[in-house]
């Protein structure tokens, strides 16, 4: 059933977007949540239907890129109904007793939920492979879709929970027929490793990228002014300006820091007094 080995890589992948989730879930619970990804499984569709039981539940599927194969987002219908009542400004809290059938407002929330997911599942996925996902309708959101019960699922399960409360599950279901064609990038045990580079070439790089011209500029001021005032300006007319004794200094749209403005060999010029500290983000 598993063509795909250890299932390594995938599992890097589902840590990677339990990060991205937690965002997309907090927001909708409006909770501070953990989010976490448990350890793959790859079982048979029918086995994983018999473990869910005959609890209500919703599916949501997912096209992946051009394939006719679909991805399926699998909630309990508890969490599901909390969100809900979250999104439309209650505790977050479920029904009791549970109903037996979706409103049309899970509905849609489910589908919104799925156009959410949608993003970070996307960039979850681009270290390995480009894959477009793409929350489909559904007709019955309480249907499981239509896959043979041999039909083998890699099963990628999310837990989460507020504080140390009980946790909830999501589920995302991959198709096993719908990841082989990604099947080298599954199976490959190392991505995105730091590769040696020849330290002639890394020199020629450095050099290049010393030369390059960017451009440095000091904002003396920025007055603000109405439209009607702009409209009466004629030659002649004084803005009046104000600025103090420190200007920023600014490269490209970055700002280098602050100086003092004064005079050097008969030019005007800034003196640097403060630089901003740089960050690996900052080279990103």
Known sequence: MNPFGDLVTLQHLSARLAKSLKGVFEGVLRRELRCWAEPLVVQRFADYKA????????????????AKARAQIVIDAKPLLEMLDAFFGGDGEAPNPMPTEFTPAADALLARLGAMLAVPMEAAWEPLTRITFRAEASANIAAAPDLSGEDPVVVTRFGLAVGEGKPQHI?????VAAL???TNSLVAKVHGAEVEIEPEWRSGLTRAVMGVQLSVRSVLAEPVVPLAMLLDLKAGDIIPIDFGPEVPVMVADRRLGTGLVGTANGRAAVRLTQLEPLTEEDFR
């Open 51 to 66: 473990e869910r039981g005959d609890a209500l539940a919703a599916w949501q599927p997912l096209a992946m890129g051009t």
């Open 171 to 175: 589920d995302i279901l991959y198709p």
């Open 180 to 182: 082989k064609p990604h």
